[in-house]
């Protein structure tokens, strides 16, 4: 088989070949994706703001309840002493507040967000109702403002997603157009949020697209940018979390620890992640309705918060103190253990609340604990290797784990420690386990999908790869009825695998003039099906779908799928008039069979024990060989 990239046509030299193969390029992009970006422009803004108001809005409702004070400041519930029914009576309100808007105003705003967008990015083509951009922060706001250990993050991605949905469905937009201003906003809420547009526009990629293509990366880079921009005179342009390492230079050793701290971090984000269902799973088996369930997980908030009251909340300033190095042991081991069990039983409850500020809190509370074991370098360091790689194992976004941390703290000396511990802690979750959090609620509602992502092996092959080159042709003026040995032409396979089917028989006839150009077909069909015909030319299709040997597999699955066939003749690409050959839906697999093969076949092309002595053929290889080979050997 010729590589697959170049052949003897390819080379830069052949001016022949540059005509045939223009159509073709690195990227499938067109000037429609202007439009696209044009759009992502005020949905980035309006990402930006939506995370604004929920920002102050979680901020005043949390001073209402814990301080009975008008203001929108952002307070932790925590930081101060209440009551002890107050702390356990708040978050049980804020449950069943959540409840009832739930039940009557939309179920979509159950949840921590990111399932609800994914499900609606794959499954309902990018549309989201109104009032879910409504509900959704509005029932975030109230539940951690109420105490709820959630982040904002998971519903000003849901609310920024419904903003650019609701806009994309006013226009006259693709389903793919739709989803790129969908992503735009939530990338621009979660930008707008940690101010890390790098990260944000990661996670776009990562986890909303579903694909890595200009059309959709330009909008969300766009939004993301404006987000960003307009993030400044709201919220302020400095790190949430700033860290200064100093002048940071890791050793091997702490280089080799980062692996340890990424693989105790993958532990911890597989077990948060599994707290989190069988919580889901046992308020299932209630016998209440769902309405019900995030009151009881309030009262479970609450008496987390009698324990370790700073586990309260959003969690902001214990996430500064862990990066920092201030926290003190008690309320590291505090954090690590009661949030860890609060958030997870909580979040089950199906209440309406983010993971990512919970992550990081928990990831820099197991990052401390291990600073406190491991070789001592800046403070605050081992907390950053902590959260990123429980954030790496938790989201299995080992790229936006590694950004985020950088983002968040400014601690950009840190950036191999951090790859390492957010790689092996990435790796270690996807050995364990198959879904993530964010991921498994939408596998429990019976739909699949994959997070990996490579080049479609039918984008990579071209027609003359695969195609049938000498097919049985007829002429107009064959009689009928065929001779058998015709109707019996097999179209052979190239599939590379050991035991690869068997050669079908050829079921499209080209058919050809006197000077052998296309003038139609005719299918196997209509030439073993009784009817008052008596040559080929009454029969004849004069219009086929046909494609060009230069044609990829996948422009070709394309037609075939539009057309509903299953075969086409193959048209030489300097003279489209001349047969060049016939592929078929057969034919097409075979490229898959060409990606089964490299993934799964496995050889030794180059044997050590060659080096020392060159192997010599079989006796029954030789007849094989011809010309110089059979001399030389």
């Known amino acids: 088989m010729r590589d697959k990239h170049i052949d003897d046509h390819d080379r830069p030299g052949d001016p022949a070949a540059r005509p045939h193969r223009s159509h073709l390029g690195d990227f499938t992009l067109t000037p429609r994706v202007l439009v696209t970006v044009a759009w992502a422009v005020p949905i980035g803004a309006l990402g930006a703001v939506a995370a604004w108001a929920l920002l102050r809005l979680i901020g005043l409702i949390t001073n209402l309840v814990f301080f009975q004070r008008l203001s929108t400041t952002m307070v932790a519930p925590g930081s101060g002493p209440h009551q002890a029914w107050l702390v356990v009576l708040a978050p049980v309100v804020g449950g069943l507040i959540v409840g009832v808007m739930a039940r009557y105003g939309s179920e979509k705003i159950r949840g921590h967000g990111m399932p609800e967008a994914i499900e609606a990015i794959l499954m309902r083509r990018s549309r989201v109702e109104p009032r879910v951009a409504v509900l959704k922060p509005v029932s975030a706001a109230v539940s951690i403002g109420t105490g709820g250990p959630f982040g904002a993050e998971g519903p000003i991605i849901m609310t920024g997603g419904a903003l650019g949905s609701l806009l994309a469905q006013h226009l006259h937009m693709s389903a793919d157009e739709r989803k790129a201003l969908m992503v735009s906003g939530a990338a621009a809420g979660m930008a707008a949020t940690f101010n890390a547009p790098l990260a944000s526009v990661l996670l776009a ?217 957010s790689t092996a802690a990435y790796g270690l979750s996807a050995l364990l386990l198959k879904r993530s959090v964010l991921t498994e609620k939408i596998a429990r509602r019976g739909y699949h999908l994959s997070r990996e992502y490579d080049v479609d092996p039918l984008e990579v092959l071209r027609v003359d790869e695969v195609m049938h080159p000498a097919p049985t042709t007829l002429r107009p003026d064959d009689p009928l009825p065929l001779p058998t040995a015709v109707l019996d032409a097999i179209v052979p396979r190239r599939g590379p695998l050991p035991g690869a089917p068997l050669a079908p028989l050829q079921r499209l006839f080209p058919v050809l003039d006197e000077d052998h150009r296309v003038v139609g077909v005719v299918t196997r069909r209509q030439l073993t099906a009784p009817r008052e015909a008596t040559t080929v030319a009454d029969l004849l299709i004069t219009d086929p779908l046909t494609v060009h040997s230069r044609d990829t597999l996948r422009t070709v699955a394309s037609r075939f799928a539009q057309a509903a066939v299953g075969a086409a003749p193959v048209l030489d690409d300097h003279d489209p008039t001349r047969l060049a050959g016939v592929v078929t839906v057969e034919q097409l697999l075979d490229g898959r069979l060409r990606d089964l093969a490299e993934e799964h076949h496995r050889e030794r092309p180059m044997n050590p024990r060659r080096w020392i002595r060159p192997a010599r053929p079989r006796t029954g290889d030789r007849a094989e060989l011809t010309g110089s080979d059979a001399a030389s050997a």
């Open 205 to 421: 990629v990562e986890l909303l697209l579903f694909e890595w293509r200009p059309r959709s990366f330009l909008p969300v880079s766009a939004a993301v940018a404006i987000a960003a921009i307009v993030r400044a005179p709201l919220l302020g342009a400095a790190p949430i979390f700033p860290v200064d390492l100093g002048a940071l230079v890791a050793s091997p050793v702490v280089d080799l620890l980062c692996v340890v701290a990424g693989l105790l971090g993958g532990l911890l984000a597989v077990a948060v992640t599994a707290l989190v269902y069988f919580s889901e799973d046992t308020f299932a088996r209630l016998p209440l309705h769902w309405m019900w369930w995030p009151a009881i997980g309030g009262a479970i908030i609450g008496v987390g918060g009698l324990i370790e009251p700073r586990a309260l909340g959003v969690g902001y300033d214990v996430i500064d103190e862990l990066l920092t190095g201030r926290a003190t042991l008690a309320l590291v081991v505090g954090i690590l253990v009661m949030k860890s069990l609060i958030w997870g039983l909580s979040l089950g409850s199906g209440t309406s609340g983010g993971v990512l500020a919970p992550v990081f809190m928990i990831g820099a509370a197991l990052g401390a604990l291990e600073g406190l074991v491991f070789p001592t370098t800046a403070p605050g360091f081992w907390a950053v290797v902590g959260l990123s790689a429980v954030v790496g194992g938790v989201m299995r976004s080992p790229l936006t784990g590694v950004v985020f941390s950088l983002e968040l703290t400014h601690a950009w000396n840190a950036l191999l420690p951090l790859l390492i511990a």
